[in-house]
Nanobody, 125 residues
Framework: QVQLVESGGGLVQAGDSLRLSCAASGRTFSNYAMGWLRQAPGKEREFVAAINWSGITRLYAGSVKGRFTISRDNAKNTVFLQMDITKPEDTAVYYC??????????????????WGQGTQVTVSS
């Protein structure tokens, strides 16, 4: 079982940048895909971004494509989410997630099996 701990959330103004981090432990980090999801108040959890084990392949939700960048450092067992040109609608709790198995269909998000506790991101207008 993998343990995931997010950090880096906070309050920013629209247009500002924020970088989230997620430290993983308990499994061989470089073996599996990672991702970020978010949940806004009163809404269902939604996919934000995913990255494959090597960092070569990335998938983004349409709402964040071109503004957010997912990356990973396998040597440090950490995945990042760089959030640029933030908008008030990006306000949510952001969760780091680890894939359950092999991510092979890059047109769809991975099958996530583990999540962190979440970190709050608030974007003011």
């Amino acid at each position: 079982q993998v343990q995931l701990v997010e950090s880096g959330g906070g309050l920013v103004q629209a247009g500002d940048s924020l970088r989230l981090s997620c430290a993983a432990s308990g499994r061989t980090f470089s073996n599996y895909a990672m991702g970020w999801l978010r949940q806004a108040p009163g809404k269902e959890r939604e996919f934000v971004a995913a990255i494959n084990w090597s960092g070569i392949t990335r998938l983004y939700a349409g709402s964040v494509k071109g503004r957010f960048t997912i990356s990973r450092d396998n040597a440090k067992n950490t995945v990042f989410l760089q959030m640029d040109i933030t908008k008030p609608e990006d306000t949510a709790v952001y969760y780091c997630a680890a894939a359950r198995g092999i991510w092979s269909d890059y047109s769809r998000q991975p099958d996530f099996g583990s999540w962190g506790q979440g970190t709050q991101v608030t974007v003011s207008s």
